[in-house]
DNA sequence: ATCGGTACCTGCACGC
DNA sequence: TGCGTGCAGGTACCGA
């Protein structure tokens, strides 16, 4: 489900959190801890208060009264929720001084992890897309060898990219999935840039995009995916030109494209 | 140091 | 109805 508008979206649903204390914490997914202990995490974060929630490309930090981080990824299909009643996929459940807040992920590949200092899997991230200037932007692009498509979804590139957007990105671009990343400079390059912020900023705007099952932490539906391009679009007409939408793999992922809007060089 | 491929999980839509 | 297949917003880890 998440991209970085989904997850700001996500993250600014939750704001009410700050201020408020967790009361107990209840893990019932080992998958998710990545390693950590359901005891040793309850203790660490049971009678703490959240003092910030703050989001970092695909990651959300809340920041506890007193120091340490609870870091969430929502992976897939990681929701949190407030308030509603445990499910099958509820793995985990905090009870608040005001409420209570599920974490909620069916597929398992989201993640609680938390950490006395900011969390090195943050740290390592790449700068926001909507915060990055051009030159380092395009200066960055001119160092990799890859395809730009890959390169959008890694997160040391930029962070919070990820197949929605990345391809619509590209769209809206005129660049190929498949195009190499070091060959866009110049105009192609600022084209990029614009599009990268034109679709994020639009897409927080309309709360993100609501596939299968996104909602934020209040149960609301995003309405990005109305304004989609591409993605998930193979063979319906281009809205620019009419041709074909077509799909490529790259990098293992869907890419979707139009053939004659999307130029490699 | 960078890469591409694979694994991890569940659920859904589709064709037979 | 059921079964097999392919696909889905994610990252981590492996070997080349």
Redesign the pocket.
Known sequence: ???LP?VETVTRSIAPLVGRRILGAEFRCL?ILRGGHPDRMARAIEGRKISGVKRY??FILLALEGGGYLLV?L???GRLLLGGAPG??THAILTLSRGVLLYDD????GCLQYSRDFPE?VAKLGPEPLEVSFEDFAAALRR????IK?LL?N?AFLRGI???YADEALFRGGIHPLALASRIRGERARRLYNAISAVLTEAIAAGG??????VDAEGRKGFF?FSHRVYQRTGQPCVNCGASIRRVLV????SHFCPKCQTRS
């Open positions: 489900m998440p991209e989904e998958r490309g695909k990824h992976g897939m299909t099958k996929h069916s597929r398992q590949f899997r990799r060898k890859t395809r890959a979804l997160q990820g197949n929605i995009s609501s596939i299968s099952d996104y995916q990098a293992q992922r869907s």
